[in-house]
Each structure stands twice: as C-alpha cells, then as structure tokens.
C-alpha cells in the first residue's frame, strides 16, 4: 500500500537530495497567504466565481467537474510550439473552456455512456483550438482516460460521479481511495527509494473541486477536507522557488534550465512534487499559527487550507506568469499533472 501524499510529501523531503525546503521561504508565502485571507483573494468562493466553472446549481456541475479533472493534465508545449487555445485561454482554462462549449453546444461531455465510446474524432473537434495547428497534448492518452472512466461509471454507479460521492459518509479520505482505487488513470503512485509514495494530484484536485464548488456544503461537505494536500503539479513548484521556500541543487537547475524531460516516476520528478507538498503543509501550519497568535484579525484555522492555498498560488503564478519565466518548470510527459 502506498503512503497517502501527505506522508509521502514527508519522507521525500526527509530524504530529498537534489530538492531543499527553506523556512524563510516558506515564513514568506505563509505571510502572503495570511494577508489574502484578510482580503478574501484566499477564499472557498473564488472556484464557483469563475465563469468557466460550472456553478453548484447545475445538475450537472458533479460529472462536469470529473470530466474535468480526467482530462486536467499536460498542457505545457515545447520551445516555440504554438500553445493550445480555446477562446482565448491557455492551459487548464482551455480545459474548461472546451467542455463548456461542449456542454452549450449540446455535446454529452458530462454522460459517461457519450464519453466511455467517444471516438478520437469527436474528442479532437470537442477539444478543438483556436488555432488549427495547435492540438492539446497527449489526445490519445485523454482518450483512453475517458473510455476507462467512463466504462466504470457505467458499469458500476449508474452512470454518475454522484453515487460515487454518496458511497463515501462525507469524507473526503474516503472518496479520494474510491477514486485511485476505481479509476486507474488517477493511481499516481512511484517508488521513491524503496518507498511506495503517492502524490494523487487529479484524484485530490478531483475532491478539492467538488468541496469548493459546493462551498463545503451538500455534495461538498467532507468533514475531513484538511486530509487533502496541495496538488503537487509543474507550475507551483516555480512559485515555491520564487520565493525561496523550495531550492534546487546546481546539477538539478542546470537539467531543467536545459529543458530536458524528466522521466515520469524518476528522483528528481518525485523530489519536486514530493518537497512541494510538505512545503505547503508547514505554509498551512504556519498560517494556522500566525492565527492563534493574532486573534484580532477576526480569522478561523478552518479558513485555511492546502486546498485554498494552492489555488491562490496557482493564480499568483498565472498573474505573474512573466516574472516567474525565468524560473524553470519540469517537463515530464504525463496523465498525472
């Protein structure tokens, strides 16, 4: 059995030889974390006010959400390949982008029994770009995900990621093992020096999208949420570093300035991910602490989390995208992030 990302978070870094934790950093973003939840720019509610996120009245929002977070991976491209764009966006949004338009075009993209048969022709001119030329990576792959997904739900919860959520008595610990459990294109687990880590980013993303959609209420109320880390990708890993909370070791530096692929599963790959978990789980520790000891600012510790952290440093990297450029991000080919 594999550790759970938190304890797998840990030991990497307990054991890191290329990837080091600085707690200056580290006291650095939780500071800056404090001060967004004061001005709400950390807050459950900035998911469901996204435009491109289906909002928590949909009777669809569940399987849209799983949709989603099926095929949320791998969307960086090489040197001066043109990027994947849908109306305008990059990355993720062109994700949500593409399934929204989906949706409104009446195109089955939340039913499994439409995507569990889905051929690649209809998946490519769903997920079509602005510009022809650019494809999202890896189609085949998001292909194979959706037909494997699709044929479980099909099979065994009547066609709906809801039962799935029913199954679990509210606890997010649960459902994050339903999920890397039954679907196996979430199971995002390596060996790490004789150790069986996981990092489940898609599966956690998976959980931390529905509590936020839903607010921490209805279908998204886990009494355990604090259970779910940060999800360990390729753009908060350059945040930590701009900050000095996460540092790389010159032969490190040295391959991800070159551009090189790290192979999916390697030291160096799980060095990254697994360092980037623990640093957001001494950020969260250290906001918690900063509000016990100032009771003034009228904040709870449940107003914190890895959850909320992470999307705020998500979007910290998206609004200052040009300024973290020089700042490498590793490039691994993968379905997991």
Not at 169 to 196: M, P, Q
Not at 307 to 335: M, T
């Amino acid at each position: 059995m594999a550790l759970m990302p938190r304890e797998s978070g840990k030991l990497i870094a307990s054991l890191s030889k290329d990837v080091f934790i600085e707690e200056e950093g580290v006291k650095k973003i939780a500071y800056l974390v404090l001060e967004g939840l004061k001005t709400r720019a950390v807050h459950i509610d900035n998911f469901s006010q996204h435009e491109l996120h289906p909002n928590e009245h949909d009777p669809r929002a569940i399987d849209w959400i799983f949709v989603l977070d099926t095929l949320n991976f791998c969307f960086w491209t090489d040197g001066d390949d043109t990027k994947w764009k849908v109306s305008g966006y990059t990355g993720y949004f062109a994700l949500c982008a593409a399934i929204k338009r989906a949706v409104h075009e009446s195109r089955l993209m939340t039913d499994p029994k439409f995507y569990s048969t889905i051929t690649i022709e209809e998946l490519s001119y769903i997920l079509r770009g602005d510009d022809e030329s650019a494809k999202i990576p890896l189609l085949a792959e998001r292909l194979q995900c959706l037909h494997e997904v699709g044929k479980v739900l099909v099979e065994e919860y009547e066609g709906t990621f809801v039962n799935c959520i029913k199954a679990c008595d509210n606890s997010a610990e649960k459902l994050l093992k339903l999920v890397v459990t039954k679907f196996e294109c979430f199971r995002d687990v390596a060996d790490y020096r004789g150790h069986k880590v996981s990092i489940y980013k898609r599966a956690q993303i998976l959980v931390g999208d529905i509590w936020a959609c839903y607010r921490g209420n209805g279908l998204g109320l886990f009494h355990d949420i604090e259970i779910i880390t940060m999800f360990a990708d390729y753009r908060i890993p350059q945040v930590l570093v701009h900050f000095g909370a996460m540092r790389y070791s010159n032969p490190l530096l040295d391959t991800l300035q070159s551009g090189t692929h790290l192979t999916p599963g390697s030291l160096a790959e799980l060095e990254i991910r697994g360092c980037s978990i623990e640093v957001i789980e001494r950020v969260r520790d250290e906001v918690k602490s900063l509000i016990r000891q100032y009771p003034n600012l009228a904040l709870r510790e449940s107003d914190c989390n890895a959850i909320l952290i992470d999307h705020y440093l998500w979007d910290y990297r998206r609004r200052h995208a040009g300024e973290l450029e020089s700042i490498p991000f590793h490039k691994v080919k993968s379905i997991y992030y």
